[in-house]
């Protein structure tokens, strides 16, 4: 996830705590990603992009389910671990691009606070472009992030959030309170992801750690595993502190959230496993995919469908994508 605005770097909105639940239905290949970010100093324009790995749908979820997620599915953490563990393989190299250019709007609706855009590109020059002329200001290190996304043929939501006028007392009054936004993101994958990869920014001094809850729901077991380092030092971790691991939670799950949302649940028992991360940087770190916990064997086909992810794993692998254009009628 990036965000970028027109301030100095110690002005920023800045993100205080992430909740994220991920629902998964591996029978029909579709992810639900419904975060919840609290951000400070939102007295100032907010921007924010994610990538996704096919065109993704945005709508406002109403009513936050984190606070029951909490008290239904407590984190806990089994064993000690240090954030980052270490998982088997190797991936190194360089990802396939592709020719063309220009950004293609698919999609602009208001989604709570924010103004969403649903987009396409197929150079990154041009995409960062759009972002700076819409409001979506870039940092020094977005354009090699977008390039990285428009390189395996992403899609992006980029969401503006503009803070209402204050009068004259407002703004000699302190800083405004911390901001809540609760939304909604699917999109066709065959795995579970994550957009955990962030642009390299200025570091903050005393800059606390980032709180990061994850929630899980899916019909199997899964473990995330993101890749680590830089050219040949790279190697597949584990960038999330796992917590507990429920073999059926449906019950629980449906209690939790609200009506509206118990139809993005996959159908049969459903596994809930907790996630956090508190790290102050995300830097070398690339996405994240959850694997499944018990190895699989794959068919031809199931590998067909991983094709648009195995990038995120090893950029060598990541298969030169046909032009976006083909894929833009709204």
Excluded at 184 to 197: C, D, E, G, N, V
Excluded at 205 to 218: D, F, I, M, N, T
């Amino acid at each position: 996830m990036f965000r970028g605005i027109r301030v100095a770097p110690e002005q920023m909105p800045t993100l205080s705590r992430e909740k994220v639940l991920i629902i998964h239905d591996a029978a029909k290949g579709e992810e639900h990603f419904i975060r919840e970010v609290a951000f400070e100093r939102a007295g100032e324009r907010l921007g924010f992009v994610v990538p996704t790995p096919t065109r993704p749908t945005v709508a406002a979820v109403d009513k936050t389910p984190f606070t029951n997620l909490r008290k239904a599915f407590p984190f806990f953490a089994p064993f000690a671990v240090d954030g980052i563990g270490r998982g088997g393989g190797y991936g190194r190299g360089s990802g396939a691009g592709f020719g063309g250019g220009g950004v293609t709007v698919l999609e602009q609706t208001k989604v709570g606070s924010f103004e969403t855009y649903v987009l396409a590109a197929t150079d990154e020059a041009d995409l960062a472009k759009w972002l700076a002329d819409n409001g979506l200001v870039a940092s020094t290190g977005a354009e090699a992030w977008l390039k990285h996304y428009v390189q395996m043929g992403f899609y992006y939501v980029a969401m503006r959030y503009d803070p209402p006028k204050r009068g004259r007392k407002a703004k000699d009054a302190k800083a405004p309170p911390v901001t809540a936004e609760t939304i909604r993101i699917s999109f066709a994958t065959p795995m579970p992801y994550y957009p955990y990869l962030e642009p390299v920014e200025p570091k903050l001094k005393g800059e606390s750690p980032r709180l990061l809850e994850v929630w899980y729901a899916g019909v199997e077991a899964v473990v995330p595993v993101s890749l680590h380092g830089a050219g040949a030092q790279q190697a597949w971790v584990r960038p999330l502190k796992p917590g507990e691991e429920y073999a059926d939670g449906r019950d629980k799950v449906e209690g939790a959230i609200a009506a509206d949302l118990h139809g993005l649940l996959p159908a049969g028992p459903l596994v809930v496993q907790t996630f956090q991360d508190q790290k102050r940087s995300r830097e070398g770190l690339g996405d994240v995919l959850f694997v499944p916990k018990e190895p699989q064997r794959l068919d031809a086909a199931q590998v067909a469908k991983l094709q648009p992810l195995l990038g995120i794993l090893d950029p060598a692998l990541a298969p030169k994508p046909a032009e976006v254009a083909k894929d833009v009628a709204p």
